[in-house]
């Protein structure tokens, strides 16, 4: 296990995701997640108000709950993503805005409510947060802060060849990761908070994730 290592602060994304455009890796990064995108949508409906948390360069968004969903606003706390993602969807850029939900108005040591802090202007009845949990500390949190009865539609990294739990610290070859999770680890940790109704995994060698489906308990 590698040393401890703190949870990256908005500044880390924004060196991210600058680097995938000024590579030209916009495509290649669409194309990697392509079929786990299709088989997460196949879980929007048209009735459904999103809230995206963590939406990145908003291709999902813009690909899938754009043209599926009421309404919806997709945020990142990065705001080099909510860059990208505006200029790459001209059309729906007002619905792009910089936000932490664990932060909020720099309460971020607060672990604010995400529900409460966007009660004000956004009633949403789903959320999505794709390759989101993986990255924060506190993911127990910022489940239980979702209200009761909301549409959860969550993706994460599978590996089923390795321990599952919660390091100290980023495990060695995860990256920005804090925590590796197998299909048994999902339920355990998750369950109590979630009604789940579906865990797929979908596979793209070499990467390897599962669709979380489910409604806040």
């Known amino acids: 296990m590698s040393k401890f290592i703190p949870e990256p602060d908005a500044k880390a994304y924004d060196d991210i995701w600058e680097r995938q455009v000024a590579l030209g890796k916009q495509a290649k990064y669409n194309n990697r997640y392509a079929k786990l995108h299709a088989t997460l949508a196949e879980s929007l409906a048209p009735h459904d108000i999103v809230l995206e948390v963590g939406c990145g360069m908003g291709h999902f968004t813009g690909n ?33 805005e910089v936000f932490d939900p664990l932060l909020g108005n720099g309460l971020r040591s607060d672990r604010t409510s995400v529900y409460r802090l966007l009660l004000s202007h956004f009633r949403f009845n789903t959320i999505v947060a794709l390759e989101f949990l993986e990255h924060i500390d506190q993911d127990i949190e910022f489940i239980t802060s979702i209200e009761s009865g909301v549409k959860v539609i969550f993706s994460l990294p599978l590996n089923e060849k390795q321990k599952s739990g919660y390091p100290p610290g980023t495990p060695k070859g ?44």
Do not use: M
Not at 64 to 87: Q, R, V
Not at 198 to 217: D, E
């Open 64 to 96: 899938y709950i754009a043209p599926t969903c009421l309404d919806f606003l997709a945020t990142d706390y990065s705001p080099k993503a909510i860059e990208i993602a505006k200029k790459t969807f001209p059309l729906i850029a007002n619905k792009f």
């Open 174 to 217: 995860y990256g920005l990761h804090r925590r590796i999770y197998t299909l048994d680890s999902i339920h355990e940790r998750y369950g109590k908070l979630i009604d789940i109704q579906l865990v797929q995994p979908v596979r793209r060698k070499p990467a390897l994730w599962t669709t979380l489906i489910g409604h806040k308990r």
